[in-house]
């Protein structure tokens, strides 16, 4: 209007004879002209735009259950967070008092084993339980897969993974609460949003935002302040997942072992969840709050424990990443059928009113409360509220499809794995407070089991395990599954698959590394409890090992005859025992490694014959010897306190655990069989079998019983 009236202004200066009127009629239709111009661009311009049509379609799982089934749904959000500790410590703590001033109906699961961890979640009671019975790699980061496994075993109506430090306002609640109506199974996701600027903070009861000064601010005004600020992180790792406990699982197949928090996780999660077409899959980014507070200086991944931050000082790689990128190309559809999550039906909210876009068909999906299943097609009509219904969905649909999510890095030739820590560096930062590491060497062919005795120990909380890999492919999967693994360049090459049980070759072999690594660790300052895999660890014997002093070699007996004495000719079991790195044990140890290069046997019987003499001649009573060039003493360990595989007929009973328990074993030796496979059988059937070979993952308590949170 304007423009048109200084263009009549202009015209009548240059044209001073003509009268007034006429030159108010011309401005008149110069108006008219300007204005009809206007439409006619805009109208060019909005064939442009996505068309947008609303159709109400008859699908039954748009519309809620009946009234009467309407109850508020319990929701657990389960996280795993650093430990609280710092300005990310604070950061956590106020997104946590965020999720549970929402509702009196949520309740939070905390995945983690740090000090700081259990001493935040005690400040709100049964509200927030700390879990961690889950699998952690050896830097305590969480695993992927166990954690949905936990999320997926919860009584509680919604399951929600959520970023520790993500902050949620009321308009979460609402949203879970609308679509938990929904009669059909679903699986929403919501991206994250970060703020470099947020001076709030929560009241003491944790439902109420205030400002600096103290003063609180309205949920309305808050969310228009970071509408300014924050800045969409759609790609991200941080989004939020959530989905109903009903019926169908979230996906066909197998989630591999990938690390929490370390790329391509999430994207391979959902990617899965959409292709197997079991539930309904949408993006609900736009009708969710959910944002992080970043600082500026502050612009890195949090150390997920004291040991990880450790390591982290000595060296920075990305060998957790390329683990994360090998197993998103070996598993799933994510390498070969990618969807992009602007693909996905959006839930949008348009005048107070939940309705589902669909970005390729532009239809509106709108399940109706007030119950109408009537069926209408076709273009709206443009009544004030249709025209506003419109403007605000053209909205939505123009930025989701400028949101596309892609994994951009291929590995078209996989790098093989490599962890950046040798047998040097792990060995100070594993150790207990004794300077104690427990050894164990395998090869690929006893994978599984090597696997049940890590989750065995993994659930007796000991930490202080370390596994020499015999080959390449039990390096790549102890890394995958998170072990503490070195490499040893001596060791021996071609191991048979099936052809390395006791009395082989391979096994002599193979066993003749085991006491050359123990002797190498002895040298570098640590002790070593020595286990074979084929050991079953009931509870934790370490304690009470170390009650042996030094210059005590301590052994399991190999002895299966009650009556007669366990320190008998060859019958010290070198697949258990534990060694100081002392003098005299060092001294012993050298000539035990120089006995058995030179024996066609395997390592066992250089150990009896050279710390016991020929014939056991440095026998002492019925459960020692002293060997007198060194001045060690070998103690053969209590049967009934370590049984060895043909004691008492302990594999024959009925119920193997129960014998052991009730005779107070520590350690049960799945010895004396012979071959691999009669070996693994005997072990799985007798249910003392901690690992899932199929999902690969430890089994839990709460995989056994559906838990309450």
Known sequence: ???????????????????????????????????????????????????????????????PRNSADKNDPSITLFSAPSPFNGSVGKRQGLAVRSWLGLSPNINVVLFGNDPSIQSFASAFGSRVYVESDIDFSFLNVPFFHSMVARAEASSSDISVLIHPETILLQD????????????????????????????????????????????????????????????????????????????????????????????????????????????????????ISNFHVQNSDDDHEPIQSNRAS?????????????????????????????????????LVKCDGKFMFTNKDQNIVYSPKHQGSNSLWKGQVEQSRMQKKLIACLTGFSIFARIMNCSVESKMSDPVPLHLPYGLEMLLPNLADENKSVVLAVAGYSYKDMLMNWV???????????????????????????????????????????????FGTKCFQKVTKTKSRLVLQILKLGYNVILSDVDVYWFK???????????????????????????????????????????????????????????????????????????????????????????NLTVQFLDRNLFPNGAYQGLWEERNVRAACVEKGCYVLHNNWISGRTKKLERQVHSGLWDYDISSRMCLHSWQRRKVLK
């Open 1 to 63: 209007m304007l423009s048109s009236i200084i263009s009549t202004m202009n015209f009548s200066l240059f044209f001073p004879s003509l009268s007034f009127n006429k030159a108010l009629k011309l401005g008149v239709w110069s108006i008219w002209l300007s204005g009809f111009t206007l439409i006619c661009c805009s109208f060019y311009a909005t064939q442009f735009l996505p068309t947008v049509k609303v159709e109400f379609r008859k699908s039954s799982f748009l519309y």
């Open 455 to 501: 989750c065995r120990l993994r659930h007796l909380m000991i930490n202080n395990l370390l596994v020499c890999a015999l080959d390449d492919e039990t390096y790549e999967f102890s890394i995958q599954q998170g072990i503490p693994v070195f490499r040893d360049s001596l060791a021996p090459r071609n191991i048979s698959f099936n052809d390395c049980h």
């Open 540 to 630: 934790n014997p370490i304690p009470l090992l170390q009650t042996f002093g030094p210059a005590v070699f301590v052994a399991q007996s190999d002895e299966y005859n009650v009556s007669v004495p366990i320190n008998l000719p060859r019958r010290l079991n070198s697949g258990f025992y534990f060694v100081r790195s002392d003098d005299p044990t060092i001294a012993a140890m050298e000539k035990v490694v120089m006995h058995a290069m030179t024996s066609d046997l395997s390592e066992q019987p250089s150990f009896y014959d050279t710390l016991c003499g020929l014939d056991g001649v440095n026998r002492v009573g019925d459960d020692r010897c002293w060997e007198p060039t060194t």
């Open 310 to 346: 450790t390591f982290a000082d000595h060296t920075k790689t990305n060998w957790e990443y390329n683990g994360n990128l090998q197993l998103a190309e070996l598993y799933g559809l994510l390498s070969s059928n990618q969807t992009n999550f602007s693909d996905f039906a959006k």
């Open 172 to 287: 979460f609640l609402s949203t879970v609460n609308h679509v938990y109506e929904l009669d059909h199974d679903w699986f929403l996701i919501a991206s994250s949003k970060r703020s470099y600027f947020f001076p709030f903070s929560l009241d003491n009861v944790g439902r109420q935002w205030l400002r600096e000064d103290g003063i609180p601010i309205s949920l309305q005004k808050l969310q228009e302040v970071l509408a300014q600020t924050w800045q969409w992180d759609y790609c991200g790792g941080r989004m939020l997942m959530a989905w109903n406990n009903k019926d169908l699982p979230l996906h066909m197949g197998v989630l591999p072992p990938f690390l929490y928090g370390k790329g391509v996780d999430n994207r391979w999660f959902v990617n899965e969840i959409y292709h197997s077409n079991y539930r309904f899959v949408f993006d609900a980014s736009w009708t």
